[in-house]
């Protein structure tokens, strides 16, 4: 059997630009977060006595080239070297060979890919063997498929292949070693280690070919929990399992205060959700939007009044180290209005509504169902679809009115 880690995307050292209006501990927990993560893959790399780590491309980050960042990681490679675990590495579109910092002296376990693909074989007791493939980014860009330069499984050993790269997409431009999902898998290999997109997928249903993810999140977009992953393979078989290391998760949740009208019930709902969302493990960066009928958060101080309640959750926060931390409150509430009260009254906003009630749906959607496309496309134009279309209509109005 062949155990290792299969990871990428480690970003060393990101500078996390425009984080810096934080508390100086959370924001200093945040720029430590990729070297703890890193280092939980170091420590369960050892604890779990893994033949080898995969770390397929992006180790370091392109905006931010720190010395730090190369000594935690050569660090890294040689309490490995110590524990008997090889590294087989390549580089990608962030840390690219073309830069000449990029030099660095490695202890004898780590095994770095050339620009052109290459081989480099695994050997274990009792005539185990695995045969790794791969290459390293010479340019930031790689245009080119690489894919029909790795050979195909001609024996009975072990073969992974490395590629950091994405799928093509017929609409878009790939900039980045472009593959298709089939190729991949008609080499037959054993297992693909992919980097390159920061979300954990195994693109085939029935093929081991996997994205284990970036180690730690790295903005408000990357949210829940980052990871890499422990395979262990036989001839028989392939069990991947997902382990954690993000040390700061980024969340974002949804929360609603229909017709709440003070602001201590706001505040309440939400310490509670932060300890709905609290970790034992990690701190969380936790991006609020608030929505629901409500004339708490209206009006012209409604700025204002987020930044007072923005101030109240976030109070002692940062001296936790489960912190949920509120990045930001967007805020989503709508006015309370009550549309037949509107509808009542002899200004502007009353008679549109009623303009709204008495049109004829057939002739005003008569344009669409008289297409040739609306034809095929459209459904029957039921009291009940009628209906919705004029309630959502005059939602939209009367939002559009009151914000003019």
């Known amino acids: 059997m062949i155990r290792f880690i299969h990871t990428a995307d480690l970003h060393l050292d990101r500078p996390f630009v425009g984080l810096s209006h934080l508390p100086d501990k959370i924001y200093h927990r945040m720029r ?14 050892i604890e779990t006595k893994v033949d080898f780590i995969i770390i397929a491309g992006d180790i370091f980050d392109g905006s931010h080239r720190s010395f730090k960042a ?18 087989y590495l390549s580089y990608g579109n962030h840390d690219h060979l073309n830069d000449d910092w990029n030099r660095l002296s490695f202890p004898g376990n780590v095994h770095v890919f050339p620009p052109e693909v290459k081989k480099f074989t695994y050997s274990k007791a009792e005539d185990i063997r695995c045969d790794l493939y791969g290459f390293s980014y010479k340019e930031k860009h790689i245009p080119n498929n690489m894919v029909p330069f790795y050979p195909e499984k001609k024996d009975s050993h072990y073969h992974i292949g490395i590629l950091h790269g994405a799928e093509i997409e017929p609409s878009s431009e790939n900039h980045y070693a472009p ?39 790295l903005s408000k977009k990357e949210i829940g929990i980052k990871g890499a992953s422990l395979v262990e393979m036989d001839h028989t ?15 974002q949740e949804i929360l609603n205060i229909e017709r709440i009208e003070t602001m201590d019930r706001v505040i309440r709902q939400i310490e509670q959700l932060k300890d709905e969302k609290r970790s034992q493990n990690n701190g969380t960066l936790l991006t609020l939007y608030i929505e629901g009928s409500t004339s708490l958060l209206q ?20 001296e ?16 309370m209005w009550d549309i037949d009260e509107l509808k009542q009254n002899n200004y502007f906003i009353g008679d549109v509504l009623k303009e709204v009630d008495s049109t004829n749906m057939e002739s005003a959607l008569s344009i669409l169902y008289d297409h040739h496309l609306g034809k095929r496309y459209l ?14 209509a005059e939602k939209l109005i009367v939002q559009a009115l009151y914000k003019g």
Do not use: C
């Open 237 to 251: 078989r392939v069990h991947t399992s997902f382990f954690p290391t993000s040390d700061v998760i980024w969340n």
């Open 179 to 217: 593959f298709s999902k089939s190729e991949l898998i008609d080499l037959h290999y054993d297992y693909w280690a992919l980097g390159h997109i920061h979300k954990r997928e195994k693109i085939s249903l029935d093929h081991d070919i996997w994205y284990p993810g970036n180690i730690q999140g």
């Open 299 to 318: 009006g012209r101080d409604a700025d204002e009044k987020i930044e007072e309640l923005l101030e109240s959750v976030r109070d002692e926060e940062e």
């Open 320 to 335: 936790r180290d489960d912190f949920v931390w509120i990045v930001s409150i967007i805020n989503q509430t709508e006015p």
């Open 379 to 392: 459904g029957n134009l039921t009291d009940e679809v009628s209906h919705s279309i004029k309630r959502e």
């Open 32 to 45: 430590e977060s990729t070297f703890t993560a890193f280092d939980t893959i170091i420590k369960k790399a």
């Open 70 to 87: 190369q000594n935690r990681f050569i660090l890294g490679m040689r309490k490995l070297h110590q524990a008997g675990i090889h590294v």
